[in-house]
């Protein structure tokens, strides 16, 4: 039984909480700039919001993404950034604090205007007892500052 103990104290630690996830940006249309951020797990969420939006913009009259929520969850939130941007993003699934961390990282463009931008994501499924947090960065400038 010491001996047992003493390997588990003298174990290397291990990060099995943290889990990289697979997603994929998508565009959402005319919908896309309607919602600043959203997560939807089922079915029936995205009908009620694809509902609701079809009722305060009469002017949408696209047909919605199709998306299989028994496989997929749908997160989306925005951002400011200079009109030329791009992003880079990382998700992962934290198992012990039951949130999905999505980093959003900005890669400055060399644009002095600014614009907003919406980040819409289908991630593996999530489960109810999940949050999903969005974290903003700064990497490197695609345009080179003094070049």
């Known amino acids: 039984m010491c001996m047992l103990l003493t390997g588990v104290l003298s174990a290397e630690p291990s990060d099995s909480t943290s889990v990289l ?12 700039r309607l919602v600043d951020s959203v997560f939807i797990r089922t079915q029936e969420e995205y009908y009620s919001l694809i509902t ?5 913009h009469s002017w949408v009259d696209e ?9 997929f969850s749908l997160v989306c939130d925005d951002s400011w950034a200079d009109c030329v941007a791009s992003f880079s993003y990382e998700v992962i699934k934290d198992t012990f604090s ?7 990282t900005e890669h400055y463009g060399g ?8 980040h819409w994501f289908l991630i593996q499924r999530i489960s109810e007892d999940y949050t999903v947090k969005f974290i903003y960065a700064e990497g490197e400038p695609i345009y080179p500052y003094g070049n």
Do not use: N, Q
Not at 24 to 29: C, H
Not at 63 to 71: G, N
Not at 111 to 118: A, N, P, Q
């Open 111 to 118: 644009g002095r205007g600014m614009c907003d931008f919406h």
């Open 21 to 32: 996830l697979a997603f994929l940006p998508i565009s959402m249309g005319e919908y896309e």
């Open 98 to 104: 039951k949130k999905v961390l999505i980093t959003v």
């Open 52 to 56: 609701t939006l079809k009722g305060k």
């Open 63 to 71: 047909e919605p993404l199709e998306i299989d929520f028994d496989v």
